[in-house]
């Protein structure tokens, strides 16, 4: 049974960090892409940093986030994070993890809430 479950988010204030993690059962972790999404409320949900299959050797990010936070991998955990840095409020939202699958089907975690605000 494939699993992700994300954890780590919560509340912190502007200007603070959070770290985000994914593990991952079910599948071949490593052969598979991992990304993070978010969705705001009342916004559809947007990709925010993808790291490549393997050594995760290619990392995109989203334009707003470069900089700030950061997606890393450890194969033998099973576990993709997010390091999330000098926090806005507008990067409130539900953060999810998908593995992408290409010519497979894609997995998504269940979300975890993360609310940036004094």
């Known amino acids: 049974q494939v699993q992700l479950v994300e954890s780590g988010g919560g509340l912190v204030q502007p200007g603070g960090s959070l770290r985000l993690s994914c593990a991952a059962s079910?599948?071949?972790?490593?052969?598979?892409?991992m990304s993070w999404y978010r969705q705001a409320p009342g916004k559809e949900r947007e990709l925010v940093a993808t790291?490549?299959?393997?050594?995760?050797?290619?990392?995109n990010y989203k334009d707003s986030v470069k900089g700030r936070f950061t997606i890393s991998r450890d194969n033998a955990k099973n576990t993709v994070y997010l390091q999330m840095n000098s926090l806005k409020p507008e990067d409130t939202a539900v953060y999810y993890c998908?593995?992408?699958?290409?010519?497979?089907?894609?997995?998504w975690g269940q979300g975890t809430q993360v609310t940036v605000s004094s």
């Open positions: 079910g599948f071949t972790f490593s052969t598979y892409a």
């Open positions: 790291i490549s299959s393997s050594t995760g050797g290619r990392i």
């Open positions: 998908k593995a992408v699958g290409g010519l497979r089907r894609d997995y």
